[in-house]
């Protein structure tokens, strides 16, 4: 097995959201990767420079931060190519670590719109080094750049950022920093490609919460009424939690409650509905222990909720 840390760049439609292409809002125009074998030492690194064929202008924006210029696009290659490649690269057991969470996300969409998407089956467990970061050095919550992730441990800073090489490679040096215990405890899950029927839908169990990711529903009113979304097992000890507060939701797209299992105490369950790309939607569960003060918060979120429907009316 060996990690892939990779880094994407891409384009965005020069004249706006409104002539954008919906399937293909970000188009990848650099892919840069460093392959460490499973003890994390560096390995062979991955760079392709890929030739727009969507949006052949570059963005203003787009071109004050990457370091590439309309010649150097010119000379790059189709993103097929690029993206085989790049798979070849891999090899077969590869588990991918990224800076976040997009990068992997606007692979699976410019593969898919490539039709080429099969090639990579997902959900995929993955490696968010922005997400070990902060479990490692701050509060777990917080999400910093990758140039305060190397000022912070102090990494030498000898590449501009924002070239798809040089940051794999710094994305690849703070996660040679991270304790292997941290890397076991805490995967990260990409579902772009979300599970589809009940036999592939995910439970896992972390350090401090769980997490379940449903099939797909048609709407999420029927994926709110689904026996497992709407189920609350304790983190812990897994077994039913009655619960304290129902399931109400906060806005359009998330939803908490509050259960309590005898031997764990209080429980809080957000559910976060999410779109697929056909209308479809799904849901991704977490339910984690919290203290007394952080229940009586989701509470006071639900008065509040009831208060600004009844101004509504
Ligand atoms: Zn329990």
């Keep these: ?67 590439l210029d309309d010649e ?3 000379h790059g290659i189709g993103f097929r190519e690029a993206v085989r ?4 690269f891999c090899g077969p057991e590869a588990v991918f670590c990224t800076w976040g969470n997009i990068d992997l996300l606007e692979l699976q969409r410019n593969m898919k719109y490539y039709g080429v998407l099969k090639l990579l089956k997902g959900p995929l467990h993955f490696c968010d ?4 970061f902060s479990i ?38 703070i996660f040679m920093r991270i304790e292997d215990q941290i890397i076991r405890d805490f995967d990260s899950i990409d579902c772009y490609q979300n599970p589809k029927s009940k036999k592939e839908e995910i439970h896992a169990v972390y350090k401090g919460y769980s997490k379940f990711i449903s099939r797909e529903f048609p709407s999420k009113e029927e994926a709110m ?11 812990v000890c897994g077994k039913t939690a009655r619960k304290k507060l129902r ?6 797209k998330n939803y908490y409650c509050l259960a309590i299992c005898p031997q764990h105490g209080m429980l809080r369950g957000k559910t976060r509905i999410k779109k697929t790309d056909e209308g479809k939607v799904f849901a991704i569960k977490t339910i984690r222990q919290v203290s007394d003060e952080e229940a009586a918060e989701i509470r006071q979120k639900k008065e509040a909720m009831k208060k600004k429907r009844k101004m509504k009316r």
């Design 129 to 132: 080094v922005q997400k070990l």
């Design 247 to 252: 399931w109400f939701s906060s806005n359009s």
């Design 85 to 88: 490649e790049f798979l070849t």
């Design 136 to 173: 490692s050095f701050e509060d777990g919550r917080s999400r910093k750049s990758l140039e305060y992730g190397i000022d912070f441990l102090q990494l030498e800073k000898d590449q501009k950022f924002h070239s798809a090489l040089a940051d794999a490679r710094y994305t690849a040096r």
């Design 72 to 74: 150097a696009l010119a």
């Design 1 to 67: 097995m060996n990690y892939i840390v990779f880094d994407l760049e891409w384009n965005q439609c020069p004249y706006g959201k409104c002539r954008e292409e919906a399937r293909l809002p970000f188009e990848i125009i650099e892919i840069g990767a460093v392959k460490l074998n499973k003890n994390r030492e560096y390995v062979e690194e991955f760079h392709r420079i890929i030739k727009p064929a969507v949006y052949k202008k570059l963005h203003y924006r787009t071109k004050e931060v990457i370091n």
């Design 225 to 235: 009424h689904d026996r497992e979304v709407s189920s609350t097992h304790c983190n």
